[in-house]
């Protein structure tokens, strides 16, 4: 089956754009799953306060962890591709 010209250029165009959505070095929002103020607040401690950016940092810190621990099982997952390329 042939695609025609239009039809090519669109799913070229549509990949393209997919693949700028997801690319490997996008920090999320919140890689947690809820909104680091929202949760701070829930805790009880004011805006602007000590412990409020305490709480703040220990959110920036864990979401930090996360993507690093994400990217270095990434990377490892590789190194085991290029290094063992008989077995799946």
Known sequence: MRLAPTSLI????????????????????????????AICRANGVAVGSPQYSACRKDRDVQRSNAIARADRKQRDLGEYMLNNPGRP
């Open 10 to 37: 669109a799913l070229t165009l549509a990949a393209t754009l997919l693949g700028a959505c997801a690319r490997r070095t996008d920090v999320p929002m919140s890689s947690l799953g809820d909104d680091d103020d």
